[in-house]
């Protein structure tokens, strides 16, 4: 997993403000996920990415969008419409697009909202 | 969709005595289940995962159990040590929804010397 980075690992935002969370993996994997994970409470899929130019909605993907332009990246932007974005934000990838296959996360990003 | 729950939210025991943390799926069709540990501030990490073709596997001190026909599986520490502290999440897939994973809630785990 240490071929997955995120950035920034700290990000602040303002009020009506997007703001773009950066993910890259250099393990050749075709699917990447990303993760919402609250205090007391387990990771939720916001969205995943099987394929290059192809993603799925997750289980909260409202107020958030998604590309996947390049297999290594896959960029999540916090839109204005997201009206508790505060959380801890963990990109994965993994090797294959089917069931069963292991995940492996990046460090993860914390953003606050001013 | 996948429902999974989690029990104890936390458990403390002390260095050198088992842990054991329970997960309960709703969806027969799930056949992953993966089992991460979380220290603070830091990212999940897979320490062991089960297939629903096997009922038990284990690593050193660390071991699955899965009981299909109950839809319920357990993770088991044996020899517990302080570096063991942590957050513990348990996962199921459901097989047709790629690697889509559901996640249980999570279990902190505290060892006291």
């Known amino acids: 997993d240490g071929g997955i980075t995120q950035s920034p690992k700290y990000l602040f935002r303002k009020e009506g403000q997007n703001v773009t969370l950066s993910c890259e993996q250099n393990?050749?994997?075709?699917?990447m996920y990303w993760y919402r994970q609250d205090p007391g409470q387990g990771l939720r899929l916001i969205y995943y990415?099987?394929?290059?130019?192809?993603?799925q909605k997750g289980d909260i993907a409202e107020g958030y969008s998604v590309s996947r332009e390049k297999k290594e990246s896959f960029p999540l932007t916090v839109t204005s419409a997201q009206k508790n974005p505060t959380a801890f934000y963990l990109c994965?990838?993994?090797?294959?697009?089917?069931?069963?296959?292991?995940?492996?996360f990046g460090p993860g990003t914390r953003l606050l909202v001013l | 969709g996948e429902n999974v729950e989690q029990h104890p939210s936390t458990l403390s025991v002390q260095e050198g005595d088992s842990a054991v943390i329970k997960c309960t799926y709703s969806?027969?069709?799930?056949?992953?289940f993966p089992w991460y540990k979380q220290e603070l501030g830091k990212r999940p990490q897979l320490i062991i995962d089960?297939?629903?073709?096997?009922g038990e596997k284990k690593d050193q001190r660390i071991a699955v159990t899965l009981n299909k026909t109950a839809k319920h599986f357990s993770l088991h520490i044996t020899e517990t040590q302080p570096e063991d502290s942590a957050v513990y999440f348990c996962?199921?897939?459901?097989?047709?929804?790629?690697?889509?994973?559901?996640f249980g809630t999570g279990t902190r785990l505290q060892v006291t010397l």
């Open positions: 994965a990838s993994s090797n294959h697009r089917g069931p069963q296959e292991t995940q492996y």
């Open positions: 393990l050749n994997h075709d699917a």
């Open positions: 990415s099987q394929i290059v130019n192809d993603f």
């Open positions: 969806d027969s069709a799930s056949n992953y």
């Open positions: 089960i297939r629903s073709n096997v």
């Open positions: 996962a199921a897939s459901m097989a047709g929804t790629a690697s889509k994973l559901t």
